[in-house]
């Protein structure tokens, strides 16, 4: 029965590294996304790359002042409208901008970013949303209560009696599981996500002169 635990504990634990690694590399994807967007705005002629600017400031802002708050990001459907809405307005900018500039250079390169700048919000919501299914974590919970009311159990019957190994493995046990909840859940806990990519960029945004 500890064996099958043991396994299954693995099992889950692959799992939660495997979506955290997936949500931190979304937010490095997407601050990247948002910077790459910025540095070629500033190829457009006026007034597309102040006003285009100064939406991505904002963008990136949305998402570092949601931090405080301890919920995650895609739990926030104020925040997530808004970048939609910021999403929509930087693509008629793009698209007026297209039609005033025949040079389509700079033009296509800024429309590639924004697209991927989109794509990446996308992704990274995705990510935030893929939790450990609760049948799984019930599984969890339900196994690990078995195997250790028969540790429990079998400790009970031997003539010494020494419990202290039941209560070092017990506490091990509930040790794992509670780092497994907390990297499923990256906005809450001891383990979260570094939103210091996202910082940096909009940091270095700021400092665009328009």
Not at 27 to 50: C, D, F, K, Q, Y
Not at 65 to 92: C, M, V
Request: net charge neutral.
């Amino acid at each position: 029965m500890l064996g099958l635990l043991a396994l299954m504990i693995g099992f889950t634990f692959l799992m939660a590294l495997t979506r955290f690694e997936e949500r931190r590399e979304a937010v490095l994807n997407e601050a990247n996304a948002i910077g790459t967007t910025a540095l070629r705005a500033r190829l457009l002629s006026e007034p597309h790359r102040t006003e285009i600017l100064k939406l991505l400031r904002e963008y990136a802002q949305i998402r570092i002042d949601y931090i405080p708050s301890g919920k995650s990001f895609a739990e926030l459907p104020t925040i997530i409208g808004r970048s939609n809405a910021i999403h929509e307005a930087l693509w008629q900018q793009a698209k007026a901008a297209a039609a005033q500039d025949n040079n389509m250079v700079p033009t296509g390169l800024f429309i590639q970013a924004l697209n991927d700048m989109i794509d990446n919000q996308g992704k990274r919501l995705a990510a935030l949303r893929n939790n450990i299914p609760n049948s799984v974590l019930l599984l969890l919970f339900g196994f690990t209560a078995i195997a250790c009311g028969f540790a429990g159990y079998a400790s009970g019957i031997e003539p010494r009696r020494t419990r202290l190994p039941v209560y070092i493995m017990g506490t091990l046990i509930c040790g794992v599981i509670f780092v497994i909840l907390d990297l499923d859940r990256p906005n809450v806990g001891f383990i979260t996500i570094s939103q210091q990519p996202m910082i940096d960029t909009a940091s270095s945004i700021a400092t665009f002169s328009d």
